[in-house]
């Protein structure tokens, strides 16, 4: 018997040297073609004889070999600057020098040069993609050989991955599963290896509030994507390289989540991970380096040509649904012309090649933890929407590099568990500009210009009704006989909104989140004050059809949000009235106590309508798909996670209780730098049997939770 298994093993060695050798040479022979032609079609280029097109091509990949990874060392930052392009200039160089060394061959100059190693290495990296079978096994064998490069110290003790899709709501991830566009989670879930629950964000549900609480555990006054500081006279946007610097200098105490020999890959803020990549708040430090880390992946040249060419299809894809949307008249959407198809390219193709290739070297060094963020099916829900063909099309993609991840971990020196999550959701519909054909900071700056009114003449809204119950409270604030500004402190304004704020008034957008800040005063505003030197903008905002509710502050009665028809006051809980945050859910009140709690809290916080029937809402940017405020799956975000992890305690609210959860399982793993974790024990419960599930198609009933 061990004769015969010695004997199939070795019979399986030989199949696959057989394979191995094949593909090689065909490589070559294809290589030698393009030589050929390149030699009749470009003037000047000249082989001599026909052998010496085998011979450059060998020589092509003797120096792709052996010189290239060499050079690299020494030129990886021009190649990340350029996203590859600039290694073929390079390549080009050392093409020109050596095939001038091989009798008969002429080259008329350099730029040939360049031009025959990037069509002969784009030819020969097509190649030698589609005789590997398929992608899925190519990327195998990679991982395979990488491991025999890199291999890691052994040991029992068990890693986490963390892979977050950004933007994919708990519920669209359900309906993926269910129709087939995430195959590989699908699996995981039937076979019971994982379980799936949500979690709810923070008002403010967006990446960098939800990141910075995950990877950091707080993410305290990050009231929105963007926001004002009066004190600093400074504008803060959380994908700002400098922004995302500060702003971890903030929230880090040194013991994030990545503190232990984690790494951090295309995220925002680095979680205190000492191996970072396409992390921005490293870029935005003084030695920061948006691109360390990928020397092997630049170091081969074939993988830049793979990319790019992936990145090029990319964005005649993107071409043709947007052209599609037009043709169809499909509604809501938005334009997506100008330099969109390559941001799409950037994020779908390029930094989800770089970030895969990155989580692949964590796992064969046998890093303890690491965090990655996906971001193409974000990007592209944001300009098609959150369920349409190419945002699901996107997430069929990011699915299949997560199989191919978790099937590459059985090479690592250590066992590792993979945890896929989301930061938050997205809430579709058609824009606030498109719905009334006018922008919320028009509707800000020419309320605050317009002369104001008597309380006799103001006894409409804005489509003519009566006004309701907070815009005639609001009109009683104004005295009849006066309208006078009441303060005159102090102007802070800084150079990069100098031009937003000529009128004193400076309006923010994060998705159906407006943030409106009076930047000729110090402090936050009250509605009294609002209202005894901006008379008519209050009335006109609780009035619009587009407005859900406003966070405003009071001189008596502390914090309320006012509706329409009603007012809560978030102190008190008391409710007049309607009770405006009862449409946006049962934490609602919670989530915006919360944010009114934070020093650069807005002046007026405007959340936009949400329509139930449709589940819609009305976003203050240019998006389709949106999110940063309240009102629809936006706020729901997922995590789903091995079976044998103790399960978190639901309901699971806020960012920051994710941040509780990640570190108690590491801690239960046995990490030790994480044992302060296991004072958190309330965020989960130990792992007990199995759940008993009828499969639904993918989808087993009663997936998440152990009762």
């Known amino acids: 018997m061990t004769s015969f298994r010695l004997l199939r093993r070795g019979g399986r060695r030989l199949v696959r040297g057989g394979r191995t050798a094949t593909r090689i040479v065909l490589v070559w022979s294809v ?56 290694s073929f200039v390079l390549n080009g160089l050392l093409v020109y020098v050596a095939l001038g060394e091989i009798p008969d061959v002429r080259l008329p100059g350099a730029p040939t040069g360049v031009l ?63 129709d087939g566009d995430a195959p590989t989670l699908a699996r995981w879930l039937s076979a019971g290896s994982h379980r799936l629950i949500p979690w709810t964000t923070d008002w403010s549900s967006q990446t960098g509030a939800s990141q910075c609480a995950i990877l950091h555990g707080s993410n305290r006054d990050m009231p929105a994507f963007r926001w004002y500081e009066k004190d600093h006279g400074r504008l803060l946007v959380s994908n ?45 430090r ?120 978790a099937r590459a971990a059985e090479f690592a020196p250590r066992p590792y568990r993979l945890v896929v999550l989301s930061d938050h959701g997205q809430s579709q519909g058609a824009t606030f500009a498109q719905r009334y054909g006018i922008t919320l900071e028009q509707i800000v700056q020419t309320s605050c210009g317009r002369q104001p009114r008597s309380i006799e003449d103001s006894v409409t809204g804005p489509d003519g009704s009566a006004l309701g119950f907070a815009a005639r409270a609001l009109r009683r604030l104004v005295p009849a006989a006066e309208h006078k500004p009441a303060m005159a402190g102090e102007r802070v304004r800084s150079a990069e909104e100098e031009a937003a704020a000529e009128e004193g008034v400076l309006v923010l957008g994060s998705g159906n989140l407006g943030l409106v800040y009076f930047t000729e005063h110090t402090g ?48 008190t809980g008391e409710v007049l009235g309607v009770d405006p945050l009862a449409p946006f859910g049962p934490h609602a009140p919670a989530q915006v106590r919360r ?35 309240l009102g629809g799956p936006q706020t729901t975000a997922f995590l789903l996670y091995p079976a044998d992890l103790p399960t978190p305690v639901e309901p699971l609210v806020g960012p920051e209780e994710v941040h509780k959860v990640l570190r108690a399982w590491l801690a239960w793993l046995g990490h030790d730098a994480y044992a302060d974790a296991v004072a958190a024990t309330a965020a989960v419960e130990e792992p007990g049997p199995p759940v008993e599930t009828l499969e639904l198609g993918h989808l087993p009933v009663g997936e998440a939770k152990l009762l």
Do not use: C
Request: no cysteine; hydrophobic share 45%; glycine share 10%.
């Open 31 to 86: 290589g030698a073609g393009s030589v050929g032609v390149l030699s009749v079609a470009l003037p000047g280029f000249d082989i001599g004889r026909p052998i010496n097109a085998l011979i450059v091509s060998a020589t092509l990949s003797a120096l792709n070999a052996i010189v290239w990874p060499f050079l690299m060392r020494f030129a990886l930052v021009i190649s990340v600057l350029t996203l590859g392009l600039g």
């Open 116 to 178: 025959v190693a990037f069509a002969v290495s784009a030819i020969t990296g097509v190649t030698s993609s589609l005789v590997g079978v398929d992608e899925d096994e190519f990327f195998h064998r990679r991982a395979r050989r990488r491991a025999k490069r890199r291999l890691g110290t052994p040991t029992n003790v068990p890693g986490l991955v963390m892979v977050q899709i950004d933007g994919l709501g708990h519920d669209v991830l359900q309906r993926a599963i269910r």
């Open 240 to 284: 700002r390289p400098a922004d995302a610097a500060e702003i971890e200098r903030r929230h880090s105490d040194g013991r994030g989540l990545l503190h232990d020999d984690g790494a951090s890959r295309g995220n925002l803020f680095t979680g205190d991970a000492a191996h970072k990549s396409v992390t921005l708040s490293s870029a935005g």
């Open 286 to 405: 003084r030695k920061g380096k948006l691109g360390a880390g990928y020397q092997g992946y630049f170091a081969n040249p074939f993988n830049a040509v793979r990319t790019l060419t992936g990145a090029l299809v990319d964005v005649v894809r993107e071409l043709v649904a947007a052209t599609i949307q037009r043709q169809r008249d499909v509604r809501p959407r938005v334009p997506r012309g100008g330099v969109y198809p390559l941001v799409r390219a950037l994020a779908t193709v390029v930094t989800r090649d770089l970030v895969v290739e990155g989580i692949l070297d964590d796992m064969m060094a046998g890093r303890s933890v690491v965090y990655a963020d996906l971001t193409g099916y974000d990007e592209v829900a944001h300009h098609s929407g959150i369920e349409r063909y190419d945002a699901l099309a996107v997430l069929r993609s990011i699915d299949q590099q997560i199989g191919r991840l």
């Open 524 to 571: 936050r505003l009250t509605v009294e004050q609002i209202q005894a030197t901006y008379p008519d903008l209050l009335p006109t905002l609780v009035e619009h059809p587009g407005v859900g509710f406003l966070l405003l502050s009071t001189e008596s009665r502390g914090s309320v949000v006012l509706g329409r028809h009603g007012a809560h006051y978030l102190e």
């Open 595 to 629: 944010a009114d709690s934070y020093p650069h809290v807005a002046d007026i916080m405007v959340n936009s309508l949400h329509d139930p029937q449709t589940d819609e809402v009305a976003a203050f940017e240019p998006l389709v798909g949106s999110h940063g405020g």
